[in-house]
């Protein structure tokens, strides 16, 4: 099982970055993505998710009308659209995977319910 980030990079506040989420490795149409992020001195977040289907979205408050999930099934990648950004949106990004979708719309935001991790992308807003 593989996840791999990538996109990040040093942007300026309200600009946009897209980062993608490459998995390998598994079933992708059974498995649901989560995107999390950790900032310095911060307990890892859960920013939003996509269940297993691409079908539901979840969004954590704080980027709700900014970001946007989507996943490709043939590519097997999840994007993380993220716009007019902000300095409180700097910290490392991680895409995650979880097999397990009981109570998914639930339990998306844990992070003991996802399998496997990606090695995360740095984002830097600068302001």
């Known amino acids: 099982v593989q996840l791999v980030e990538s996109g990040g990079g040093l942007v300026q506040a309200g600009g946009s970055l897209r980062l993608s989420c490459a998995t390998s490795?598994?079933?992708?149409?059974?498995?649901?993505i989560g995107w999390f992020r950790q900032a310095p001195g911060k307990e890892r977040e859960a920013v939003s998710a996509?269940?297993?289907?691409?079908?539901?979205?979840y969004y954590s408050d704080s980027v709700k009308g900014r970001f946007t999930i989507s996943s490709d099934m043939a590519k097997k990648t999840v994007y993380l659209q993220m716009h007019r950004l902000r300095s409180d949106d700097t910290a490392i990004y991680y895409c995650a995977s979880r097999s397990d979708m009981w109570r998914f719309s639930t339990t998306w935001r844990r992070t003991d319910q996802y399998n496997s991790w990606g090695q995360g992308a740095q984002v830097t807003v600068s302001s």
């Open positions: 490795g598994f079933t992708f149409h059974d498995h649901a």
């Open positions: 996509i269940n297993n289907n691409g079908e539901i979205e």
